[in-house]
């Protein structure tokens, strides 16, 4: 560990200005357990948790991620989950009904072309992974905040989950789902969205690290209860903005 230790401290340091200090990825590099009750497992928590309020407090609703051209797209687009591409679930699209509840009036699930009868919106945006690696994709969906209008969203709460068919979750905060190029991808590329890229329904966020585009989304709920995430339950920072 003396040996590495200066290699470490670098390490931390351009995560912590970079991404706000990316809990998981620094205590996977140290090996900490952050399920370990001990006092610097507690203090590494604490830490995140400041670091969530301190993004949250920074974050502008007005401020554009980059966007890019055509010739910028990669190809192919990488593919990324927590399980192997042959694991990718296989969902039924005319049986698929996107569920909503917390915090909504309207609680009616929503089949895709019904989705698809709203204002859509397009983007060539670029997905950074926690891993090291990007990529530039173009997309194009439902702007979240028109569909959490549409389904009578308590636009004041503090929390927008959702619920993956692959028992992926993750949560984002209301001023980020509000975000005009936070959107519910349903294309890639001028395409359905195929399965491998989260198909049906896709949060595509490029104001935030790429776990925070959970794919396969089969519920979104409203709530003021922190609902937490699939990698922020084991650490990974839950802001994440870029």
Known sequence: ?????????????????????????????????????????????AMSRWNDRVQAFLFDPH??????RLDDITDPFPFNAFYAEDSVPDIDLSDYRLTVSGRVDNKAAWRLEDLRRLPQAAQITQHICIEGWSAIGQWSGVPLGLFLQRIGADLTANYVGFKCADRYYSSIDMPSALHPQTILALDFRNDPLPLKYG?????????????????HIVEIFVTNDYPGGYWEDQGYNWFSGL
Do not use: Y
């Open 1 to 45: 560990m003396k040996d590495h230790r200066r290699q470490l401290e670098n390490v931390s340091r351009r995560l912590f200005f970079r991404q706000g200090l990316s809990l998981g990825a620094l205590t996977m590099l140290t090996g900490c357990n952050l399920q370990d009750d001990t006092a610097v497992d507690r203090a590494l928590w």
């Open 63 to 68: 401020r554009l991620a980059p966007t890019f």
């Open 199 to 215: 198909s049906p329904v896709k949060l595509r966020i490029p104001t935030k690290l790429g776990f925070k585009n959970p794919k």
